[in-house]
C-alpha cells in the first residue's frame, strides 16, 4: 500500500511564501514524475508544476517565475516553494507521484492541503 502525506498548507498574506511537502511512503520500488495539482473553489483542477525523475521540470504559466518544484528522490518527497503569493493562488493543493509497486505502475494522489492568500 502507497501512501502520500502532504503538508505546509496554511493563511499567508499576500507577497508572502509557502512551502509545500509530499512524502510517499510504502512498498515504492520506484517514482517517476511528481507534480502538484491545485483546485480552487468552483473551478476545475489544474496542474501546477512537474518534475521528472531527471530533474527536468514544468510549470503552469501562472506560476513561472514564482513556484519552485524540486524533488529528495532519497526521501521519496517533492516540494514545491511559493513565494510572491497572490489571492488567486488560494485553493487547495494535491500532490502526485507516478510509482511503481513491483511490476505495476500507476498515479497516487495526496489528500490535499489548503492554501490561502488573504490580507
Known amino acids: 500500500q502507497v501512501q502520500l502525506v502532504e503538508s505546509g498548507g496554511g493563511l499567508v498574506q499576500p507577497g508572502g511564501s509557502l512551502r509545500l511537502s509530499c512524502a510517499a511512503s510504502?512498498?515504492?520500488?520506484?517514482?517517476?514524475?511528481m507534480g502538484w495539482h491545485r483546485q480552487a473553489p468552483g473551478k476545475q483542477r489544474e496542474l501546477v508544476a512537474t518534475?521528472?525523475?531527471?530533474?527536468?521540470?514544468h510549470y503552469a504559466d501562472s506560476v513561472k517565475g514564482r513556484f519552485t518544484i524540486s524533488r529528495d528522490n532519497a526521501k521519496n518527497t517533492v516540494y514545491l516553494q511559493m513565494n510572491s503569493l497572490k489571492p488567486e493562488d488560494t485553493a487547495v493543493y494535491y500532490c502526485?507521484?507516478?510509482?511503481?509497486?513491483?511490476?505495476?505502475?500507476?498515479?497516487?494522489w495526496g489528500q490535499g492541503t489548503q492554501v490561502t492568500v488573504s490580507s
Open positions: 510504502g512498498s515504492i520500488s520506484s517514482i517517476n514524475v
Open positions: 518534475i521528472t525523475s531527471g530533474g527536468s521540470t
Open positions: 502526485n507521484m507516478n510509482i511503481r509497486v513491483n511490476y505495476l505502475r500507476r498515479d497516487y
